[in-house]
């Protein structure tokens, strides 16, 4: 299964169909994406960055809200129509997921961090059954880390993770390898390259903070600052 996934994984990436840099100047406008490299941001894995993505931001603009999830649910009717129920991911994918699967009439589950410390216990939360196909939404994607580790729990639970689509994605390599070598195709609806392409268009950064900006991505954790 995984080298079939594998397989199709490039094949997911080259024929996307979503709107990318309409996405991405919703991001901007909802002031969800915020660039700013003179003075980077400090993630909490004590990275320097020049860009900080609050997807949560979209959910109180409803034309925006309602403009993602359109374009969410194109994707996964398109690229995952094998899909029989849609899983959220805790905190942040949680309305995404409740919204798409909504719209596309398919049940719903989400997923916690870690298991529910009083009641049930559930980590889980919602109904379904084994061998389901389930295709997975998140918000935002970084090194993939957090998000794969839904996935070991879910196909864990006997589901079977058909793919896994996000908003955003800073397109680090680590995350490529990460999702490859785990076989589960990803899809997100923008990409960090289109936010820089855009913001120069837009005149929000000068045209000679495109390699630097661009720079940090194939190193951030080394990454400090404009030198």
Not at 85 to 98: F, H, K
Not at 162 to 182: C, L, N, Q, R
Request: glycine residues 6%; proline residues 5%.
């Amino acid at each position: 299964m995984y080298i079939k996934a594998k397989a199709i994984f490039a094949s997911y990436k080259d024929n996307m169909k979503t709107n990318e840099k309409a996405v991405a100047e919703k991001l901007l406008q909802s002031n969800a994406v915020r660039l700013s490299p003179a003075e980077p941001f400090t993630w909490a894995s004590g990275w320097k960055s020049p860009i900080y993505c609050d997807n949560r931001r979209l959910l109180s603009f409803p034309y925006v809200r309602d403009f993602i999830k359109s374009e969410m649910c194109n994707v996964i009717f398109e690229s995952f129509p094998e899909a029989d129920l849609v899983a959220g991911v805790a905190t942040a994918g949680i309305a995404w997921g409740a919204m798409a699967a909504d719209q596309l009439k398919l049940p719903y589950i989400y997923v916690r961090p870690k298991p529910k410390e009083h009641g049930m216990g559930n980590q889980i939360e919602g109904s379904f059954e084994p061998n389901q196909k389930v295709v997975v939404v998140e918000d935002l994607i970084s090194t993939g880390k957090s998000s794969l580790q839904v996935v070991d729990v879910l196909r864990k639970a006997g589901l079977e993770v058909v793919g896994m689509i996000s908003i955003f994605t800073y397109g680090f390599k680590v995350a490529d390898e990460a999702f490859s070598a785990a076989g589960v195709p990803y899809i997100s609806l923008t990409n960090y390259e289109n936010m820089i392409s855009l913001a120069l268009e837009k005149g929000i950064i000068e045209s000679e903070m495109q390699p630097v900006l661009l720079k940090w991505r194939e190193d951030p954790a080394n990454w400090a600052g404009l030198q």
